[in-house]
């Protein structure tokens, strides 16, 4: 009776716990993919966030700076600055009726700096930048009735002010020697040369006509109206 009574508790706690094992499996399982998914879902949001972090950051500036297209139709400028010849490219913002940029390049080593500020009537004031970034100097300067532009160029602080002198170049000018004026130098483009004559030699400039009057007495360089 007793090996009865043992056999009947045995088959009928066996399910009992056999689903007992299995409800605490089952709950582990449960467990551990829900700290699976706990541990994937922040990485992924990190995945995600510099995703469009870098979507939304503005381009990687290459260096050194090379000559932009976009200022490629400004207005050019040549001097000097300090004692190194430079030459400027500077126009009109888009979106600031009082807003200037542009950039400068060193004609001895081809380096380029950013350019960017404000005009004010005959006044200009920018700063420039030797990586697109940070700040390395400031301008202050003047433009003249002939479109030239002359003032100081200075280091973030102030300190270290350079003279400049900038003349305007005409579409298409070339870069005038270190020193020599722009204008001068496109006052003599414009100037047309003697022409040679059959000999060889210069032809001298034909005297002006005459609008009116005659020789006095065999003179000919007196006359008088008629």
Not at 65 to 89: C, D, H, N, T, W
Not at 158 to 186: E, I, T
Request: negative net charge; contains cysteine.
């Amino acid at each position: 009776m007793r090996e009865s009574k043992a056999m009947k508790g045995a088959v009928q706690d066996t399910p009992k716990g056999m689903m007992a094992r299995r409800g605490w499996a089952i709950m582990s399982v449960a467990a551990l993919l829900c700290a699976g998914a706990a541990a994937l879902l922040p990485a992924q949001a990190s995945a995600e966030s510099a995703a469009v972090k870098e979507l939304a950051a503005p381009p990687s500036i290459q260096l050194p700076l090379k000559p932009s297209p976009e200022f490629a139709r400004f207005p050019r400028y040549a001097g000097m600055l300090g004692k190194r010849q430079i030459v400027l490219r500077l126009g009109a913002k888009t979106d600031d009726p009082s807003g200037v940029h542009g950039e400068y390049q060193y004609t001895d080593t081809g380096e380029v700096i950013l350019i960017a500020g404000d005009r004010d009537g005959d006044t200009l004031e920018v700063e420039e930048s030797n990586d697109g970034t940070h700040i390395t100097g400031n301008w202050v300067g003047k433009f003249a009735a002939d479109g030239s532009v002359a003032g100081e160029r200075m280091n973030v602080d102030d300190s270290g002010p350079q003279p400049f002198d900038l003349k305007p170049l005409a579409a298409g000018q070339a870069v005038p020697a270190p020193g020599a004026p722009a204008a001068a130098n496109a006052a003599a483009k414009a100037a047309p040369a003697p022409q040679p004559s059959a000999s060889g030699a210069a032809a001298a400039p034909a005297p002006a006509a005459a609008t009116g009057g005659h020789p006095v007495g065999g003179v000919s360089n007196l006359q008088t109206g008629e």
